[in-house]
């Protein structure tokens, strides 16, 4: 039985999901190596660089999920973690345009 916050996906909707997991993947990735600039590491930096590692985690933890195709998707959890996700990458990447100066910064918008 399927609880009001699931629901059965259709093969569409799995797939995107699985765009959408992987747009913010890649976003995160791209944050995260402006975090690893061996130039510019501290403890805060850290912080987020940890923040960013937890949205891959659980990106991970979807896609298992979704492999498992038995249909089921809590669709709550699921808009809780797009809501955590796109404020995580904000903040982080509020941050990492900090770092450096707006030339740099201008150049990576382009990315």
């Keep these: 039985m399927v609880s009001p916050s699931e629901?059965?996906?259709t093969t569409e909707q799995m797939i995107e999901i699985l765009n959408r997991l992987?747009?913010?993947?890649?976003?995160?990735?791209?944050?995260l190596g402006i975090?690893?600039?061996?130039?510019k590491i501290d403890e805060a930096f850290c912080?987020?660089?940890?923040?960013?590692l937890e949205v891959?985690?659980?990106?991970r933890?979807?896609?298992?999920l979704l492999s498992k195709n038995n249909g089921h998707w809590n669709t709550d959890i699921y808009?809780?973690?797009?809501?955590?996700?796109s404020n995580t990458l904000n903040h982080c990447n509020q941050a990492a345009?900090?770092?450096?100066p707006p030339m740099y910064r201008q150049q990576q918008r382009q990315f």
């Excluded at 992987?22 to 944050?31: F, M, S």
């Excluded at 912080?47 to 960013?52: Q, R």
């Excluded at 345009?97 to 450096?100: C, D, E, F, H, N």
């Design 7 to 9: 629901q059965i996906l």
């Design 61 to 64: 933890d979807f896609r298992v």
């Design 97 to 100: 345009s900090r770092m450096y």
């Design 47 to 52: 912080s987020y660089s940890n923040m960013l």
């Design 22 to 31: 992987e747009d913010i993947e890649i976003r995160a990735i791209h944050i």
């Design 79 to 85: 808009q809780k973690f797009l809501a955590y996700s």
């Design 35 to 39: 975090f690893r600039d061996p130039l």
């Design 56 to 59: 891959q985690i659980q990106i």
